[in-house]
T-cell receptor
Framework: EADIYQTPRYLVIGTGKKITLECSQT?????MYWYQQDPGMELHLIHY???????EKGDLSSESTVSRIRTEHFPLTLESARPSHTSQYLC??????????????FGDGTRLSIL | AQTVTQSQPEMSVQEAETVTLSCTYD???????LFWYKQPPSRQMILVIR??????QNATENRFSVNFQKAAKSFSLKISDSQLGDTAMYFC??????????FGKGTRLHILP
């Protein structure tokens, strides 16, 4: 069962719209991540956070932005969606401990299609 | 640069057979962690098994086991007595002390009835 929730699960929307993908976790994890994954392909890290007010860009450049005002919440925003943003977006979290051997817990993902 | 390579884009095996998924990686770190994640079709990504690089003993979780060859930088996943529910995309992943995970491109595994 998932303790990390992403909404919406699917979104089909027109070009130019502002979109916010929600991600919440109830595990009290400090670290949260956003990945972009095209169908059948690998995951690319686009944003991560080590805690409240911490946000960093990942390895793949993205036009999206994130915020971390609360520990449990890590929304991703696209100010003006384009067809090139069509992809699956996966949110993940893990605890911040001295032991880095903590796997990431993933949400179900949001499949985004920009028309 | 850290890399994770999965050389088998797709595999198919009969139910109850044993299958091995390959993974090689490259890192300059001495302490790191390796994971296999499973992503069933349209479902959540879940952790299958993990291995600490400083442990020589291969990790085992029920029907899943790994063959960790640190010198060769190889981390293969063996699934014994495969089941239909094992059908999924499998990702090999590497995590260093910076806690960022690098994923391979994945292997799509089909278990055939």
């Amino acid at each position: 069962e998932a303790d990390i929730y992403q909404t919406p699960r699917y979104l089909v929307i027109g070009t130019g719209k502002k979109i916010t993908l929600e991600c919440s976790q109830t595990m009290g994890h400090d670290k949260m991540y956003w990945y972009q994954q095209d169908p059948g392909m690998e995951l690319h890290l686009i944003h991560y956070s080590y805690g409240v007010n911490s946000t960093e860009k990942g390895d793949l450049s993205s036009e999206s932005t994130v915020s971390r005002i609360r520990t449990e919440h890590f929304p991703l925003t696209l100010e003006s969606a384009r067809p090139s943003h069509t992809s699956q977006y996966l949110c993940a979290s893990s605890p911040l401990t001295g032991d880095s051997n903590q796997p990431q817990h993933f949400g179900d993902g949001t499949r985004l299609s920009i028309l | 640069a850290q890399t994770v390579t999965q050389s088998q884009p797709e595999m198919s095996v009969q139910e109850a057979e044993t299958v091995t998924l390959s993974c090689t990686y490259d890192t300059s770190e001495n302490n790191y962690y390796l994971f296999w994640y499973k992503q069933p079709p349209s479902r959540q990504m879940i952790l299958v098994i993990r291995q600490e690089a400083y442990k020589q003993q291969n990790a085992t979780e029920n029907r899943f086991s790994v063959n960790f060859q640190k010198a060769a930088k190889s981390f293969s996943l063996k699934i014994s007595d495969s089941q239909l529910g094992d059908t999924a995309m499998y990702f090999c992943a590497l995590m260093n002390r910076d806690d960022k995970i690098i994923f391979g491109k994945g292997t799509r595994l089909h278990i055939l009835p």
